[in-house]
Nanobody, 126 residues
Framework: QVQLVESGGGLVQAGASLRLSCAAS????????MGWFRQAPGKERECVGS????????YYADAVKGRFTISKDNAKNTAYLQMSSLKPEDTAVYYC???????????????????WGQGTQVTVSS
């Protein structure tokens, strides 16, 4: 079992930065692939970025490329999503997730992830 707890969301103005955290227990981040997803009202959940178990492979959605950065601190068993130059269209509930069975590469498909956090709201005002 893996328990994930996100934090760091909030209300910010366009152009601001936020860092989301995802603290894990039950299994170390050093051995699993993980991803950050978001879901806006009336829209499907989408992957904004993912990172493989080693931290050597990352993926970013085109909409956030160059603005968002995923990282893992294995010593703290915590993953981060650093978000900069935020836009109103980034407004959504953000979730971290773990793909515990993956040993090669990463996935952007939500159904491939088997553990999820509760989500944290990010609201960007114009």
């Amino acid at each position: 079992q893996v328990q994930l707890v996100e934090s760091g969301g909030g209300l910010v103005q366009a152009g601001a930065s936020l860092r989301l955290s995802c603290a894990a227990s039950g299994r170390t981040f050093s051995s699993v692939a993980m991803g950050w997803f978001r879901q806006a009202p009336g829209k499907e959940r989408e992957c904004v970025g993912s990172i493989d178990w080693s931290g050597g492979i990352t993926y970013y959605a085109d909409a956030v490329k160059g603005r968002f950065t995923i990282s893992k601190d294995n010593a703290k068993n915590t993953a981060y999503l650093q978000m900069s130059s935020l836009k109103p269209e980034d407004t959504a509930v953000y979730y971290c997730a773990v793909d515990s069975d993956r040993r090669v590469g990463i996935s952007v498909v939500a159904a491939m992830y088997d553990y999820w956090g509760q989500g944290t709201q990010v609201t960007v005002s114009s």
